[in-house]
């Protein structure tokens, strides 16, 4: 189980599991949460205050001091929206929550560090530049406890090594299905591309998908914007629009799959026209009313919640890319994933979890193990060794997993 | 004790009172807190929020609805200021605290109100016009617990006269002591013309002075601004300046009065420089670090605090201008004193204090009592019937005293 | 201007006014607001608060350490009364505002306390011993920010002599009127031993006194409680109890001042039974719904509000009763003003106003002002002695002014 | 796919899987956070909540009503443990988030429910007996955000069918491996029945197994009391019987399994005596100091998080147990797994996963998935017919699994 290169060693096991791929089993259901659900806001708020705080150490003092602001709670408003535009009454919540290292040195060296400001102020500029219809001087209550501590200067981040802070572990698989594709392209598409056309729809988009066999159902729930919506004919139309325009989109990356798929899609099928319910709100975000949020609840770090694929509890979003476990795992599971599913194809689905050790080197998992589901055994001989230098190559560079996730290459929810 | 014109009856009694007025007398203390002081910014924040939802209301309905926000509680943050430029560790936190009016009418007239949303945007925005130092992005958490009411469309103003809502009094006194105009310009005139010249100077500014006789002592305290100031040095002469300067424009204003005044002013006299004692402030407010504040715990609304003269103990800041006792009564009570006096000159001290029955209209006090102080009594009875006249005027156009508060044409602290 | 007395010299002004004393002028205004009134709960759980970090600084050092606990806000909860009993929609939220000595010592010397935790527990003792409508498990919300300090261990209280924290003052004045009296005594008498008799009356209970000449309107407003009073029928009969005992209690305090005096007394006159409007509380507490509460905006220290009367805004509630001037200063020249006006009796009314200076020991105010209000100012130049050695000996016995306050001895509120 | 019983049909589908059991394969991961972890408070708060609402709405109408409390934020607090007693500095926060319904009926059959005070109550009961070393009168801040909202009198549950509230899933698995046991099992035993021999143990227990082969390492960290455990010695002496007692405890699971197991057991491996790091505590709960929580975050309603099995994202915790499909639908996937696996036995693993449409009722799922995993597939033909029957039937008596939720006989964390 031992892997060892150029002298070093690492607990490396990688497993063959004769089984099918998920995309050729019968059933698979998938979702994601888009970026104005509440817990989407609530990871994406975590993860912006853990940026920038590790851009206000680097700064300071050239690394990353200690940190963990994994925790945002969102309590959800309450709003009065109506067709043509109605009014926040009672502005959502947003406390943050973790911790930093606020005070660094001894008596003459002692030094201050702004990290709720810092917090505070990567919060709300997240907020402004994501969520135009939200105002955020009024409509939304944004607070922090984040607990203070003092570090010595050498930080967390030294040359003999960083050492995991916690006993945890990371998941990731890949290749991502047609599922997964058709479930992160269409909330993308709505939330990117879409909006340049269709100002009415706001940011809280859910979709999901559940496939039996070829057939794909597309559940897709998008808050409407009420000020961009005069009356009933034209939320009408809009969801209209919507439909065609994301159902087309999807279509696109079917084609492009060249698989043989047959999708059908469903958009805010919690409406009632006749009894007057309408998915209309103020912000497009359902955090204006009745909707509350926090982090690690929504999607894993591919960005999709996929029950029929392994998955890590462990919150991404917020902690410090050096030393917690909870992230750098998970990020790196889903790396050594997608390049193991780069060499092996479609062929064969791979999981790879990581488990730490509290106070080890983050780069000698307790356990990386590697699992190659394929029907197709003969092959997995050829690609173990691949696998095990793809894994071990990421083992002895976590700096670049850390560098990923800093300059916010790598996704977190 | 009554006082009838043109039929109409009101309950005005004006007494002569033997004695000499305040500025003859031996002793004389006068406070004033400054804009930047946390009970004035609590004042500001809750007249502000008042004066927001009054906006908001007239602007739907033409007329003021039922309000009450009366109460702002200022937790101090905690701050490392430093020579050039230090940082805020924790923001202050201020909670907006009231009531108002979120909804109205029934069925399909039904309408909600923004109220929350309103608050926050005003004391933002005051915030931000005011206190230059203060990034409040960042450097301040502000909340909200604005209790939810609602009312008939009709409002609390109508033509059949307006209510107290309360069994409540208001004071003024008037005129203005030469104590009095030294406390209130001095602060005005740091936390205005000086401005310009002296940047480094803070708006926490707080005057107290002692008159003993002819001799008044003002004390200054005055944050200074870190950023501003880069080294002790530059400290001592910003405070040397400030000292020149205050007591020159000081000077100003008595060779304007044309009394024989002996004035001593001292700066900043907790200071300590050798012990390395400083009032330096991130941001010019010492919220930021150990100074609570809340409504109606600093400057009566003619700007000062008196302890030889009658004071209301109730906050005018932030009450709604129509039905408040406590906001109106002491506006009121002021305008008539101030009216009065100028019929009598300075030989006279005129003392105003209105009671209200809750339930009877506010231009119908349970008694308005108007005390004429001076050593000349057969004057007083010469004045008697313009104080009469005055006051009864006063108590018969209500709404003037309501527009001077809505359109900032008085203060409230 | 100076008293010398064994070699020390104190600043004290004794000055005769010739006038008439409050009780003989025309009118005169007294509020209190009972202990049940959000401002005064406010008062009282600061005091607690301080208090109780009095003991445990005093348990485990011997003296007391550095605090300010001069805030609390009390946020109004929402209410459903009904005769019978009703419910609380939303708890009453109160928050503890104030900073604390936390930490004392340095490396293997350094002490943690626990300030936050006292404050909390001394805030809830209060409430469950004070107010037995109110469920303090369900039915507050009970918060606290209080700024963490350190501190040396010499603590505030050193045999050089403890220094003013501010420049403020204190003002007192005696002997109480009979207006005075029969205000603090229905409230007292109806929050004493009529509970006795008649569970119904909630501890919110606010008095307000305007006298003209000889005549007294008492205005008492007393929240009662539902499920205490089954329906109409009953609240009707309470309050007429509670009028008729009142009233009697009233007339006892009338005969035996053995004045010439006459009572008109009105009980909860803001109800309208007509129109369905009864001063029904579930916790006989207003915070329940609609009023807000805040520490400093109620009564003086001398229990009352009077606006015929020199007063202090400084709140006495919470500071910390060594360094703390607004507190010290204003409990002592109640005490002053006490002992001098029982030499001079009721001819007399005594006023006292100290003023500190920053930095300087507490026992030698700027000015410590005395003024006897007399007609008969022949008798002033007897009085002056006393008054001047009455005041040097409080001075001289700064620590006895503690004592009382933080044995509980002088009321606050 | 459709299965019809009684003419009734739902959509069930049960799928063979040609695979080992999981606890047939080389590597198994398996953590449970503790009733004392701030995660798993979290969890119990927002359930104990959710119970209480629905014990208040039986009693009140018969049926439960509307109602999602399923976010709890946990901010830790300060505290300052020592060997023999410390002290807590800052209580930590805890945030109850969600809604319920206040408000029913119109006019006189308006009605109003105490929400909130019920949310807090039971939050408070729960904390008091679960937590002996917490002092839940001063150690700990609990606050409520829940949104208020009216219903109709109808509720939730109606004759004609529950309804999901949203497009939803919940997953389920069975048999427990033995690794799952040894989790389970060995936490239920620290936080169970050692406590009667070892007060020094406080509630905050995790603990993670990895399984390789037949070796499986329990790591086990346990938040140490501090007034229990006098010195160092104490504290070493009290880990080494945690570890011995856990360990016999464990290995006697192993042997009631008749498994071939070898375990290896770690405790408190955070520890470095010779640095003095000791995992000691005043309140045996991480949040005191450092670690924050929130629902949903640990344990999936089996009480296990487990990477190795497929997993909902939902929290389980605080939902409505009648609408809620992340609730209904995770809890009755467990109970159909295990019924499943009765009849199977532990030669295959049972995966349930039921996907809700929004609108429809509850009890008709839009696609059952029960995977019956094994290596024998001649059986799974035999078993298909029961499985289809368990499900059906379980489908169709939702009413029970409310029951079993509402009466605390299932677990959700």
């Not at 005070?103 to 003459?108: D, L, P, S, T, V």
């Amino acid at each position: 189980m031992t892997v060892e290169i150029d002298g070093k060693k690492k607990n490396i096991c990688v497993e063959g599991i004769r089984d099918r791929p998920l995309p050729t089993k019968k059933v698979e259901i998938v979702e994601r949460k888009g970026i104005g659900h509440p817990d989407s806001v609530s990871d994406a708020l975590a993860e912006e205050v853990s940026k920038a705080l590790c851009r206000m150490y680097m700064k300071e003092f050239g690394h990353v001091l200690h940190h963990n602001t994994d925790e945002t709670q969102i309590a959800a408003g309450q709003a009065a929206p109506r067709f043509g535009g109605g009014c926040i009454i009672d502005p959502s919540y947003i406390l943050l929550v973790g911790r930093a290292t606020t005070h660094i040195g001894e008596e003459k060296d002692y030094m201050s560090l702004p990290c709720k400001p810092v917090a505070l102020k990567a919060a709300r500029d997240y907020l402004r530049r994501t969520f135009p219809f939200l105002d955020i001087e009024s409509e939304v209550v944004l607070d922090a406890r984040i607990g203070q501590g003092s570090d010595d200067l050498t930080g967390v981040y030294k040359a003999s090594g960083v050492h995991a802070n916690d006993t945890s572990f990371g998941v990731g698989y890949a290749p991502y299905s047609i599922t997964d594709r058709l479930v992160l392209g269409t909330e993308e598409y709505i939330n990117g591309k879409l909006k340049n056309e269709m100002k009415g729809t706001g940011q809280d988009v859910k979709v999901m998908a559940s496939r039996i066999d070829e057939e794909i159902t597309l559940t897709v729930a998008c808050a409407m914007v009420d000020k961009e919506i005069g009356d009933k004919g034209a939320y009408v139309s809009a969801v209209e629009e919507l439909h065609a325009r994301a159902e087309e989109n999807a279509l696109k990356i079917i084609d492009a799959s060249g698989l043989d798929v047959k999708l059908r899609m469903d958009v805010n099928t919690g409406d009632d026209y006749d009894r007057g319910v309408y998915y209309l709100t103020c912000t497009g975000m359902s955090q204006e009313m009745g909707d509350d949020g926090s982090v690690g609840r929504g999607n894993r770090c591919n960005g999709l919640i996929t029950p029929y694929r392994p998955m890590s509890m462990e919150a991404t979003s917020g902690k410090n890319p050096i030393t917690h476990i909870g992230k750098i795992y998970n990020v790196m599971s889903n790396l050594i994933a997608n390049d193991i599913a780069k060499s092996t194809g479609p062929d064969a689905e791979i999981h790879v979890r990581l488990l730490s050790q509290i106070g080890k080197p983050v780069s000698e998992p307790l356990n990386a193990s590697v699992q190659i589901i394929s029907e197709d055994q003969a092959q997995v001989a050829k690609w173990r060794s691949e696998a095990e230098s793809i894994t071990f190559d990421w083992l002895d560079n976590i700096d670049k997993v850390t560098e990923l996730i800093v300059s916010g290459k790598v996704r977190t929810f």
